[in-house]
């Protein structure tokens, strides 16, 4: 750096010396002193800094170093930064006074500290939500809903919701449905408490063909059910459908075609084909999860398998990619001998989703804003994963995202033997992530490679580009 000392007086309003020598690269000396500084007390809570391009050109540095710095320690807690507020210190307790205690030789901390950037798998970003359009779609729903609609209640669930379904996904998604055939959940695991019961009474029984890696939490509301799985090998066509034929006889088999999770390949056409003959041939049922399949970014996404035969998928969809996991709404596209058991297995009265909620969401699709919604989340997730393609071009360009351009996540493949390390590490880069084999079927037998699952839908925007700094940081060296 240019100096060893720089003097915040003229532009905090007070006299404030930060010590900029030492070892590490100018970023993490900078991260710091600004540190020592707000910690020592030496910058009070509230106190605003300079604006990042200002002291960038006080210290003759680049302005992405001090961004960068600043979003670091905005993400840990040290500082806040809104629009139009500029960068502040962050309001906190006042430490306690300072006592002497006898020195010793400093430790390494046997655990990581607490996470300060998440890249967990499957969470939209919170702060996209879209509150003005919900908000006004709740209120031009609530003028319009007749009074019946605040009775009990209809457990297939509120017909505006249903016929705006059933529109949207004949026209996004090539569901061929009409709204008889729809029953409103409240996402997707409620879709397979419905279809398999608990304890063995479900309307639905086993075995159960999934894929071999798949969301852990499915599997296991399906053992609750009684349900055996067996695993389905996958390749870079997705899942193996022809061992559907082969070995013990299965009544049906659970997919994510559109987007396979975790891996990220769709399902090949010739597939989809088979996976439909078998089940005409076998009189067995095909459940569709239709996991991120409004969100690819090379291509226009691929239609739903439900619309290959209608009778013989279970077409299961919600809102907690598209809108939020706090928005309790999913449905199920049913065969028409399937409605009537799960509408019993769901009760006389509807418990789970809100009727406000579903007349809300019916407005909001049938005005166009859901639409709209999904083209704006589909550029920024896009931005989001090119970004993380360059890093990885940047500074790990022996690693690289497998599976198509689509959903909130990418599984970065690594070398043998490195999954388990290169986790730890991330840990201590305090990154919140999951490691490819926690997905993995405990039975599956095909070849377990080695690979992170990264989210990068959920860090605010100031934070990403340290969270992928971190990234790249933890990752084995080529």
Request: proline share 8%; hydrophobic share 40%; charged share 25%.
């Amino acid at each position: 750096m240019p100096e060893s000392w720089v003097n915040l007086a003229e532009r905090i309003g007070t006299d404030l010396h930060l010590e900029l020598s030492g070892a590490g690269g100018r970023r993490a000396v900078l991260i710091r002193a600004l540190r020592d500084a707000v910690r020592e007390g030496r910058l009070a809570p509230g106190t605003r800094l300079p604006p990042y391009r200002s002291l960038a050109a006080d210290l003759g540095i680049a302005r992405n170093t001090v961004a960068d710095a600043y979003a670091e320690l905005v993400a840990e807690g040290w500082l806040t930064a809104r629009q139009g507020s500029g960068t502040r210190v962050a309001e906190r307790a006042a430490p306690p006074a300072r006592t002497r205690i006898a020195k010793r030789a400093p430790t390494r901390p046997t655990t990581p500290a607490p996470p300060t950037y998440d890249l967990r798998q499957g969470q939209p970003d919170a702060a996209s939500f879209p509150r003005t359009a919900w908000l006004a779609a709740a209120r031009r729903a609530l003028n319009s809903a007749p009074n019946e609609a605040f009775g009990p209640g209809d457990p297939q669930g509120r017909i505006e919701l249903r016929r705006a379904l059933a529109g949207y996904l004949g026209r996004a998604r090539g569901v061929r449905t009409d709204p008889e055939r729809i029953v409103v959940c409240s996402g997707f695991a409620h879709a397979l408490r419905l279809l398999f019961g608990s304890g063995g009474g479900g309307m639905l029984r086993g075995p159960l063909a999934v894929e071999s890696y798949g969301l852990g939490f499915h599997r296991s509301i399906l053992a609750t059910a009684g349900v055996r799985t067996v695993p389905l090998g996958l390749d870079e066509k997705g899942a193996r459908v022809e061992e559907l034929t082969e070995g013990q006889r299965v009544r049906g088999v659970l997919l994510t075609p559109a987007h396979q999770f975790p891996t990220g390949g769709p399902l090949h056409p010739a597939r989809r084909a088979a996976v439909i003959d078998w089940a005409r041939a076998r009189g067995g049922l095909v459940l569709e999860d239709d996991y991120d399949g409004e969100f690819r970014y090379d291509r226009e996404p691929v239609g739903a398998v439900q619309g290959l035969d209608p009778e013989r998928v279970v077409y299961m969809g919600s809102v907690s990619k598209s809108l939020s996991p706090g928005v309790r709404l999913g449905w199920l596209v049913l065969p028409e001998h399937l409605i009537d058991g799960v509408l019993a297995a769901k009760g006389e009265r509807e418990a789970w989703a809100s009727v406000i909620d579903q007349l809300t969401l019916a407005d909001l699709i049938e005005s166009g804003h859901y639409d709209r919604h999904i083209r704006r989340m589909r550029q920024r997730y896009r931005h989001r994963r090119d970004q993380l393609v360059s890093a990885l071009a940047t500074h790990a360009p022996h690693i690289s995202p497998t599976g198509v351009a689509a959903g909130l996540h990418a599984v970065l493949r690594l070398p043998p033997g490195t999954e388990q390390s290169t986790a730890k590490a991330a840990a201590w880069q305090g990154l919140a992530l999951e490691g490819l084999a926690e997905f993995r079927h405990p039975q599956a037998t095909m070849p377990a490679p080695d690979g992170l699952v990264v989210g990068y839908s959920t860090p605010p925007e100031h934070a990403y580009g340290a969270a992928l700094d971190a990234l790249c940081r933890a990752l084995p060296p080529g």
